[in-house]
């Protein structure tokens, strides 16, 4: 009875509870039904862009349980994808220029790209516990230093070009091969999921970013324990650089990864973790890159073409649902006031026009379209709320008494 | 007899259960300088922020001219003319003298737009009034500590209080300050300003007041006129309450001699008295309690984190754990050195809010329960279920998140943590802060239990009987300064009070 209890009030229960709903409204909804079509296809590119979401989500949540930030992931991710192709270019120029890395060179370079990974996190620990900046600040210096950096890199190496072509197709196939990359994944999920919650460390992480003073006074080396959480979060993202770089077939600085760190940040937080610190589990977060992406997935096979533009809207728009019903009693909807003030009245127009420009957006290239239903949404949203407002002010008056 | 500005009557106020102030009552006679004396948690604070308009819901009756009033926010205290010098000075450092004086109510030319040179001619002006030449637009947090308290009492002028409340004003003055804030003061009386005067330091009260009140435990002692009255008396009446009777049985034995520290001082840069602390030594023997007296200030928590290696800046002096010198820079050093520390601040450097009971115990022995790299939950369990029963924590279970505990539990836990990394002495940083009667008796048992197992134990208490009952000798702190070490036998309220309140400029 309590086991159930306890298993229905976890994040991720509730996350897979969700993300079946979104399977399932997906097949319906679909007017090409490609789940129903082509389910190991569609299966497949969920599970590749999950993975490779996952791995730097891990490190982000890691991170965001031991009570910093790291906004710097999508930055070392195209950095780790231009040092990937600078190394091999240098280590094995004539088989670059051929096509044909050695595999040695290949092994050094990978070695390599992951020991400077490991540098970036040293540096951000350095610039946190040494210097004192808050993680904020320290890796949002690296955000957008080390793009700067990797187009730097890039033209210097490439004698002008701003971007690295990958050099070999057969080695480009394995390392963007979905089975191998998702073997990898699971390995390292399964290792930090031992980390964070069957050794003292992982214990110790979550302590300092639950109470970091407290966990000082207990004794606790906190600054060598954000070495080792700002490293893990620099390495996942530089893994991600690699696969990403054969992935995309080349290493473009200036908008490779451009903005995932926030896509990780949003899978920790969709994934129960909080971002004062100390909550968060490894299984919860993976959950959470899976719901992200598949419901990325949904709105494009609903949409259409060209959905990827609104990629950014959804992860707002899950951040903001997902966040609001973890808070402790903001599941209730009916008790609480949401549009009771001044505010609350004067955000229900921009609201009224978010959904009715979404609609337009989202269903206007389509046949059965027309202007009066993108205006009748609107309308319907901005009643539904002014309604709503009505009730909550009401209610406040009657409440006191 | 002139009619009192201010009258209090059969104020009371609670917070949860615990008794702030109970029937309260005194008036406060036009013109007058009262001070208020008490010890730390007699209930002067809680009284102050009734009349300034902080604190809004409490029992009783408040008079100002005659009238009852009843503030419902500091505006309202304001506006009778009522104004609180905090002894944390509530300034924005980020804006100018002027800003900070009208902060709330800028002055403005037509539509919206604030005159700045108006207001900073009229704090000008009323920066003169004070006989200070402070710039009004200077930045405040570019001011010392002393500035800065002009600048709030300038501010409270510049709102026509008729009575000032002022908290501790002294605590962070120099010698040249203290001399001016008397003239400021002076300057004030002459101009028919009642001043409610916070203070346990004594040379002041009987250099400044026409008359002082004594609380004690939150309920009223005395009034007494300054003149007709000692010192000593005042001390007494501060201190004269029922110790508790508890019998905790007969005391231990004293054995070896555990802890030795000699000559610490720590710095305090910045400041006007230049150290926290300054060549404090002490002895500690095994299955003692050594209790460290003083006020608010006197330097016991920092005495503490020095020995911890938890200070920010390093000390000076030497300390010796079982003879062997040791220089703990990182609480870890400390810990495996043998030393543990159970904090002041329970909430804020105490417990993992995130976790639960058990986790909470486990956290510093969390190497004992390994089984490879792996940490093993069953005996992470039996280590922490082991304190659960020592202690008798009250809990249901290991799995109940920490906070769902009472104060007292929660401080077992706490307690019971640092057991478990077998500590030869034992630092408890005030720990029956916040814990109910009946909690308390029993955390002494625990903590005398301790002792009769060999451990050396130093506890801090803002509370002279707990230091009494508990402790096997008391040494007291004094701004940073041992002012005196007493045997049990020969230690009684009333000498600790005067060596605590014993002030090294006077």
Redesign the interface.
Known sequence: MSLLRRLWSSVEFKLIVAWLLVVLATMALDTNYAYWNNPADSAQLILRRTVLLGFFAIGSAIIIISGGIDLSSGSVIAMSATVFGSLMMILDPVGFKAGHVSTTAVILSIGGTLLVGGMVGTLHAWLITSVGLPPFVATLATLVGLRSFSRGLTSSITMGKSQIDFPDTGLRDVLKNVTYMSIVFVVFALLMW?LMS???T???L??M???E?????????TDRLKWLAYVIGAVSASIVGIISFADDGSAKPDIMARGYELNAIAASVIGGC?LQG??GTIPGTILGCLFLRTIIDAVQKIVGSGADVYEGMIVGIVVVVAVTFSQRGGGKLAGKKYFSNGIGWSVIPTLGLLAGLSYLLFFGKREWYAPYQAYMIGGIVVAALAARAFLESNSKASGQS | MTQPIVSIQHISKHFGGTRALHEVSFDVLPGELHAICGENGAGKSTLMKILSGVITSYDGILLVDGAEVHFTGTKDAESEGISIIHQELNLVEQLSVAANIFLGRELSQVFFFRDDRSMEHQAALLLRSLDCDIPPNRLAGSLRVGDQQLIEIAKALSLNSRILVMDEPTSALTEAEVERLYRVIAKLRSQGTTILYISHKMDEVFHLSDRITVLRDGQFIATRNTKETTASEITKLMVGRDIESLDLGPRNPRGDLVLEVRNLSLAWPGHARGYRLKDISLELYRGEVLGIAGLMGAGRTELLECLFGASTLEPTGEILLDGELIRPRHPAQAKKAGLALVTEDRKRLGIFNTMNVGRNISMCSLEEAVFGPMLSHSQEQQLSYSMVSKLKIKTAGLTPPIGSLSGGNQQKCIVGRWLLTNPKVLLLDDPTRGVDVGAKAELYRVIRGLCSEGLGVIVTSSELPELLTLSDRIMVLSEGRKTAEFRIEEATQEKIMEAATKSWNS
Not at chain 1, 213 to 221: D, E
């Open positions: 031992f069957r050794t003292v992982g214990r110790h979550q302590a970013g639950g109470n003073q407290a966990a000082k006074l207990s004794g606790i080396r909080s100390g909550v």
